[in-house]
């Protein structure tokens, strides 16, 4: 699906990000989280829903098809357009991250991938959202992988060399005057920076990031039309920081079936034409 809006009316973004949904038959926190999003999305009117990444609980899922249909299957429901990357946790049970990638075809809306590149079974990609008929901000996905190449150094994956690359070499114009986005799962280093600038959330838990600093950053200050960036994994984390003038943003853990001490709910995200705004939906408590 082509992502629009028109006018002066914000492009409304749904971010859910660790689901952490497990094996079928679902037990009783996986179907409250399904119930949850399913009540978020009849009562928000959104433009776009952001899957930053650990949909699954790798290992203990074997069949990540039957999973992914009931999560697919919640989301099916409305038509709204559906974009998807991966977490750590993702691909640590049969499926690889393409055979993951080849199940997005159960999302009945799909939002419409551009300027897709793989490298290392991982997919970036754009999203460009046109307002009256017009490109007016591209969204930039990353895959931030799983884990690190050199396990004995670090745990976590960094940003390969190749998917800063393909961010360079995409045909779009960048000017400090757009307001461009980023998702990814696994938080860059520079969170640990814009933690000592918080301005709303809380700051829960360690920033789990990878040790190396791969450049991503650097190659979105440099830039200039990249905002604001959103990832996932911290499920404990939730704050909206600040460094060298690149908002750095946690979504809120979405899923029941998984650590934290967070409610549970979403982020929201506002774009205008000239700033964004962003906010986060906690799920209902039972009585």
Same mark, same amino acid.
């Given at each position: 699906m082509?992502l ?6 914000p492009f ?5 990000t ?13 179907q ?14 959104f ?8 949909l ?5 899922v ?8 009931a ?29 993951l ?15 897709a590149?793989?490298t ?8 460009e959202?046109?307002?009256d008929?017009?490109?007016a ?21 960094a =940003?390969?060399p190749e998917q ?6 995409l ?12 998702? =990814?799962?696994?938080p ?17 838990e360690? =920033? ?15 830039a200039?039309n990249?905002?604001a ?7 404990d984390?939730?704050f909206?920081?600040?460094t060298?003038?690149?908002?750095l ?7 029941y079936n ?14 205008w ?15």
């Amino acid at each position: 699906m082509k992502l629009t809006t028109t006018g002066d009316q914000p492009f409304r973004i749904c971010q859910l990000t660790d689901i952490h949904l497990g094996a079928t038959p679902l037990n009783a926190a996986s179907q409250q989280t399904l119930a949850a999003i399913d009540h978020l999305l009849a009562t928000q009117d959104f433009d776009l829903i952001m899957l930053t990444g650990d949909l699954l609980w790798g290992k203990e899922v074997q069949r990540p098809d039957q999973t992914l249909t009931a999560l697919y299957g919640t989301l099916n429901q409305y038509p709204v357009p559906v974009a998807v990357t991966y977490g750590n946790h993702d691909g640590e049970g049969p499926y690889t991250r393409a055979k993951l990638r080849e199940l997005e075809s159960l999302i009945r809306y799909p939002a419409d991938k551009h300027q897709a590149m793989v490298t290392n079974d991982r997919e970036s990609y754009t999203l460009e959202v046109t307002r009256d008929g017009q490109l007016a901000h591209v969204f930039y996905v990353w895959d931030s992988g799983a884990y690190s190449h050199w396990p004995s150094d670090e745990q976590y994956a960094a =940003i390969e060399p190749e998917q800063i690359d393909w961010f360079y070499r995409l045909p779009y114009a960048r000017t400090v005057d757009q307001v461009d986005l980023g998702f =990814i799962h696994i938080p860059l280093p520079e969170y640990q920076l814009a933690a000592a600038h918080v301005m709303t959330g809380g700051k829960n838990e360690e =920033i789990c990031s990878p040790v190396t600093n791969s450049g991503l950053f650097y190659s979105l200050k440099r830039a200039g039309n990249v905002k604001a960036l959103f990832a996932g994994h911290d499920h404990d984390n939730n704050f909206t920081g600040t460094t060298g003038g690149i908002d750095l943003n946690y979504g809120n853990v979405t899923g029941y079936n998984t650590y934290g001490t967070l409610p549970r709910g979403a982020r929201t995200i506002s774009v205008w034409s000239d700033h964004y705004e962003t906010d986060v939906i906690l799920f209902p408590t039972e009585d």
